[in-house]
Nanobody
Framework: DVQLQASGGGLVQAGGSLRLSCAASGFTFDDYTIGWFRQAPGKEREGVSCIKISDGTTYYANSVKGRFTISSDNAKKTVYLQMNNLEPIDTAVYYC?????????????WGQGTQVTVSS
């Protein structure tokens, strides 16, 4: 089955760190771009970061630049989001998603989400 499995969320104090994982299965990992998105209560979903698996090109939203790092372990077909210096504003459900890198098609494979809560 084609799927993404997100994990690693939790409760952390401001200034702390978490590492999210997104394990992929059922599709050719190298052909895809994997993205992390988040949605806080009452807010729209926003893109946080993404990585093009074939060449490692990354993107970060301005709000997380310098604090979050995205990486991939191609052998494990897993993408990680290392989140440091977390702030209460980072509290949200985090989702990973995948889209074909060579296509203009939007993200079409979605994981189930993992809750990140940052206390002040």
């Amino acid at each position: 089955d084609v799927q993404l499995q997100a994990s690693g969320g939790g409760l952390v104090q401001a200034g702390g760190s978490l590492r999210l994982s997104c394990a992929a299965s059922g599709f050719t990992f190298d052909d895809y771009t994997i993205g992390w998105f988040r949605q806080a209560p009452g807010k729209e979903r926003e893109g946080v970061s993404c990585i093009k698996i074939s060449d490692g090109t990354t993107y970060y939203a301005n709000s997380v630049k310098g604090r979050f790092t995205i990486s991939s372990d191609n052998a494990k077909k897993t993408v990680y989001l290392q989140m440091n210096n977390l702030e209460p504003i980072d509290t949200a459900v985090y989702y990973c998603a995948a889209r074909v890198s060579a296509s203009t098609r939007a993200y079409h494979i979605w994981g189930q989400g993992t809750q990140v809560t940052v206390s002040s």
